[in-house]
C-alpha cells in the first residue's frame, strides 16, 4: 500500500527566512507532484516531477526528487506573505497515472 | 477550454437522500478521477477512470457509486447520504501521452462543498 507522509505539518515563518518542506512515499512511484491550496480554494499544481535528481524552481519554490530515498523537497527561499497557503505532495503509482495518493499537508504561515 | 468544471459549488443533504455530483471536462483526458477531503486528511482517492466505460475503486469507494459513458462526463452518485460524507469533494482529470496538452499534469476542478445533515 502505498502511503506518502509530509512534514512538517504546521509552519510558521517570518518573511525573509528559508525552509524546508519534506515528502517521503512508501513505495516506487513514476510522477510526483506539488500542489498549493489557497482557503477554500481549488488546488494549484505547481510542479511535477519525472525523474531521480529531478529538480523544478518557480520563483522562491524549489522542488526536488530522490527516488532511491523515496523523498521529495519542497524548499523555500527568502519567504514572502503571498506563500501563505496548504502545500500538498501527491504520488502516482506505474501505470496508473490517473491514481494519486496525497500527503496530508504542510499548513504554511508567513509572517512579517 | 474550460477545463474540469463540477456542479454544485455547494449542497445540503438530509440523511438517506441521494444526489449526483457532476463533473465534466473539454481536454479530450481519458483519466478521471474523485477525491474527498476532509480537514488534516489531504485527500483521498474515490474512484477514477482510465477511460469510458472503465471504473475502478480508490482508497475511500464505500458509499459512492461511478461510471462513464462518454469522454468528457465523470459523474459520483451518492445513494444514500450519511453524515461521514461531509466533504469537499473534487473532480480531476489527466491526458496521456497521446493527447494535447501537458500529459504529465493532473488539473483539478473548482470542487463541490457537501454538508449532510
Known amino acids: 500500500e502505498l502511503k506518502v507522509e509530509q512534514n512538517p505539518l504546521f509552519l510558521s515563518m517570518q518573511e525573509g527566512k528559508n525552509y524546508t518542506i519534506y515528502c517521503n512515499y512508501s513505495t516506487t512511484s513514476d510522477r510526483l507532484y506539488w500542489y498549493r491550496q489557497d482557503p477554500g480554494k481549488s488546488l494549484e499544481s505547481l510542479f511535477v516531477?519525472?525523474?531521480?535528481?529531478a529538480v523544478k524552481q518557480e520563483g522562491r519554490l524549489m522542488a526536488s526528487l530522490d527516488t532511491k530515498a523515496r523523498l521529495s523537497t519542497l524548499h523555500i527561499t527568502a519567504a514572502v506573505h503571498d506563500l501563505s497557503a496548504t502545500y500538498f505532495c501527491a504520488v502516482s503509482l506505474y501505470n496508473q497515472g490517473g491514481k494519486l495518493i496525497f500527503g496530508q499537508g504542510t499548513e504554511l504561515s508567513v509572517k512579517p | 477550454n474550460a477545463g474540469v468544471t463540477q456542479t454544485p459549488k455547494f449542497q445540503v443533504l438530509k440523511t438517506g437522500q441521494s444526489m449526483t455530483l457532476q463533473c465534466a471536462q473539454d481536454?479530450?483526458?481519458?483519466?478521471m478521477s474523485w477525491y474527498r477531503q476532509d480537514p488534516g486528511m489531504g485527500l483521498r482517492l474515490i474512484h477514477y477512470s482510465v477511460g469510458a466505460g472503465i471504473t475502478d475503486q480508490g482508497e475511500v469507494p464505500n458509499g459512492y457509486n461511478v461510471s462513464r459513458s462518454t469522454t468528457e462526463d465523470f459523474p459520483l452518485r451518492l445513494l444514500s447520504a450519511a453524515p461521514s460524507q461531509t466533504s469537499v469533494y473534487f473532480c480531476?482529470?489527466?491526458?496521456?501521452?497521446?493527447?494535447?496538452?501537458?500529459?504529465?499534469?493532473?488539473?483539478f476542478g473548482p470542487g463541490t462543498r457537501l454538508t449532510v445533515l
Open positions: 481536454m479530450n483526458h481519458e483519466y
Open positions: 480531476a482529470s489527466k491526458g496521456t501521452s497521446g493527447t494535447r496538452g501537458i500529459y504529465n499534469e493532473q488539473f
Open positions: 516531477l519525472l525523474s531521480n535528481g
